[in-house]
């Protein structure tokens, strides 16, 4: 009988530990002699500054891992004695991201992403509140609030050291721009 699959989340803003937990889940799995499968999705251009083939935290950690165009290619790279496959930045992966981790859970495999719940403007982002849906374990991580102190569940957009307005595109590769963690009552989307 193959082994039952499932489906672990972890989410919250930028900068409040999604990485580092993915990584130390990784490392767990590892020295339980599993085999572990890392993915990134190519558009992140993070990746790409720091070298590619590796997820990394702002901590520092990293571990191995290779970047995929789209969804779909999971499908494609997973190899028949996988045990574990993590998804890091799984906000940037289409929809397709859905009925492939069904597809890799049903098949046995342990499936853990990593993403971003919410954009800059606080609105849902990408596939990650449907696979925080479909998910057994749920994990959503706070970040500590710039502004304050106190724990953060928001990511706060900055243009030239002012909150970028609500109508910015979502997606600004590579940009100059600043992002950091803020909490609900100093997270701020100007909107005209
Ligand atoms: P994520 O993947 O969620 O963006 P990382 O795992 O890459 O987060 O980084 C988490 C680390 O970032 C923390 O352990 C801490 O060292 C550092 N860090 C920097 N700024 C903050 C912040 N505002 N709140 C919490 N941690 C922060
Ligand atoms: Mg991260």
């Not at 992140?44 to 590619?52: C, H, I, L, V």
């Not at 996988?82 to 859905?98: G, K, N, P, R, W």
């Not at 991580?141 to 710039?146: G, S, T, V, W």
């Amino acid at each position: 009988m193959p082994a039952t699959g499932s489906l672990e989340v972890i989410t919250g803003p930028m900068f409040s530990g999604k990485t580092d937990e993915l990584i130390r889940r990784l490392r767990r799995a590892r020295i339980a002699r599993q085999k572990v499968q890392v993915f990134y999705p190519a558009v992140d251009s993070r990746y790409a500054e720091s070298g590619f083939g590796k997820v990394t935290s702002h901590a520092g950690a990293e571990f191995d891992a290779a970047p995929v165009r789209a969804a779909q290619d999971l499908l494609r790279l997973v190899e028949d004695d996988t045990s574990v496959m993590a998804i890091d930045e799984a906000q940037f992966f289409d929809d397709d991201i859905l009925r492939v981790v069904e597809r890799l859970v049903a098949g046995g495999v342990r499936v853990i992403a990593a993403g971003l719940d919410t954009d800059f403007r606080g609105e849902p982002f990408g596939p990650v509140p449907a696979l925080m849906a479909q998910a057994e374990r749920l994990d959503k991580l706070q970040a500590i609030c710039m502004q304050c102190g106190e724990p953060a569940s928001r990511t706060q957009r900055l243009i030239g050291g002012k909150p970028a307005g609500a109508h910015d595109p979502v997606v600004v590769v590579g940009a100059g721009e600043l992002y950091e963690a803020r909490c609900r009552a100093h997270h701020k989307v100007p909107r005209e």
